[in-house]
């Protein structure tokens, strides 16, 4: 008698990720990113325009959090590649996120607060010093959740094509989280505009101490819907793909040509890998300060009611989800160079709008719209082209994603550091001098930033990405 027909899983190909578990992965860094939003919004124009701090020590409470987050994005990432951090019956990276999820949601209320225990005589060093540690536990949080979750796209799906789809559902609930922030602020600031309508409308126009309320309800809001969606996460995605059973047509041995480990310090030598990590950094660079000085640019260049801060933004990411959608067959036709190019001349085009036109108008929203379409599609790609560096090595792939985050944090970092000790006005909240100054810093980390980007993605074109094979022992 024959052997028979081989079975039908027999050397196939994974099944696909169900929709409900690829949707359930999808939400679980939804608290993040509705945090992530009101951070780089709304957290120098809160602690500035409204808590009426200097300009330098808003910026140096936000280099605070993004070195604490990028000193911990390594460390987590390597920590969540060994398989003994576990918590219950989770696996190392979900007992990472579950970590993250729990910092997060304790220490965030309290940034958006005002100082407990301050008052009008109270230093600025002292209120600084308060926020300090509130600050870096949520960047600690923040970090354990994000690289936690980016390291399980490689080990949930292997196939190229489903990496850019779960990449681009991760990313299409980010803009629903921002959404989400965006809408909530609108709303909360129509509404305390109907109470205070009066003999002087105007009062309640522009930002200030009255405005203190609202974004603390605005935090509580948000960790309360995005506890909600972490439990959906933890509750409907397992880590890990469930692997065949072996069969009578099964292998006994494996084969003898079978990839040698990838470990973190063979990825440190790895020319691919600092490729992807620079282009990575700039599309971070791009997409985190031109969120953080849109609403420095409405508001004071621009000279627009304070409702344009939750309008503008909340335009942007609905084209972004939007775009969000098309990720995945433009990949197919163009490749992922072409993409990130396409998103690049998109976002050049906002830069040279900007440049050229000291008033906008209603035109303003069609930048916007413009902007939000390049940001989605770079940040899509280069998460996917991440995820194409790790291919199978997902057992060092939270390392990797650990040291793309900590590049991109402390470079943001320095960055709005760098920007606000060239903020113009010394004493007043903004003078003549922070019309033109926010107006080219908009065109400067789009712009600038934007052709950095484009000599990252030369490189890549130029060398493509190739890991080369590590022998056990050899030597590189």
Request: hydrophobic residues 50%; proline residues 7%; glycine residues 8%.
């Amino acid at each position: 008698m024959g052997p028979g027909p081989p079975a039908a899983g027999a050397g196939a190909p994974p099944p696909p990720l169900p929709l409900a578990a690829r949707l359930s992965y999808a939400v679980g860094h939804f608290l993040n990113d509705l945090c992530a939003s009101m951070w780089f919004t709304y957290l120098l124009l809160y602690l500035h325009s409204v808590r009426a701090y200097s300009s330098r020590g808003a910026g140096l409470l936000l280099l605070l959090g993004q070195v604490a987050d990028g000193l911990c994005t390594p460390l987590v990432g390597y920590e969540a590649d060994r398989a003994a951090g576990r918590c219950g019956g989770c696996g190392p990276r979900k007992s990472w996120h579950l970590v993250g999820t729990f910092c997060v949601l304790l220490s965030f209320p309290f940034i958006f607060s005002p100082c407990l225990g301050c008052g009008e005589t109270t230093p600025e060093w002292v209120a600084l010093f308060y926020y300090g540690p509130f600050i870096v536990i949520f960047q600690f949080g923040w970090a354990a959740t994000q690289i936690a979750h980016l390291s399980l796209i490689p080990e949930l799906v292997t196939n190229d094509h489903e990496k850019v789809e779960l990449t681009a559902l991760r990313y299409a609930f980010t803009v629903v989280a921002n959404i989400t922030v965006y809408g909530t602020a609108w709303l909360m600031f129509h509404l305390q505009a109907s109470a205070h309508a009066g003999p002087m409308p105007d009062v309640s126009d522009q930002l200030g101490v009255q405005d203190v309320p609202v974004f603390r309800n605005l935090s509580l809001l948000v960790v309360g819907v995005g506890a909600v969606f972490s439990l959906l996460f933890h509750l409907g995605t397992r880590e890990g793909r469930q692997v065949e059973e072996p069969d009578e047509h099964s292998p006994l041995l494996a084969p003898a040509t079978a990839r040698p480990l990838l470990l973190w310090k063979h990825w440190l030598r790895e020319p691919a890998f600092y490729q992807v990590g620079l282009l990575y950094m700039s599309t971070r660079l791009i997409v985190n300060l031109s969120q953080t000085y849109m609403a420095m640019y409405l508001t004071y260049s621009l000279s627009l009611p304070k409702k344009f801060i939750a309008t503008i933004p909340l335009v942007m990411y609905l084209s972004g989800f939007f775009s969000s959608f098309l990720m995945k067959p433009v990949n197919k036709w163009i490749g992922r160079n072409m993409t990130y190019f396409v998103g690049l001349l998109v976002i050049l085009a906002f830069a040279a709008w900007v440049a050229l036109a000291e008033e906008m108008g209603v035109a303003v929203y069609a930048a916007a719209v413009l902007l939000g379409t390049g940001c989605a599609t770079i940040l899509v790609t280069s998460l996917a082209m991440t995820a194409d560096l790790i291919g199978p090595h997902t057992h060092s792939g939270a390392f990797v994603y650990g040291a793309m985050s900590f590049s991109d944090k402390v470079a943001n970092g320095l960055a709005v550091m760098v920007i606000q000790s060239l903020y113009p006005c010394a004493s007043e909240l903004c003078c003549k001098a922070c019309v033109g100054f926010y107006h080219w810093v908009m065109v400067a980390v789009t712009g600038g930033v934007g052709m950095a980007a484009t000599l990252s993605l030369c490189s890549l074109l130029i060398w493509p990405l190739h890991l080369r094979s590590w022998a056990p022992g050899a030597q590189p």
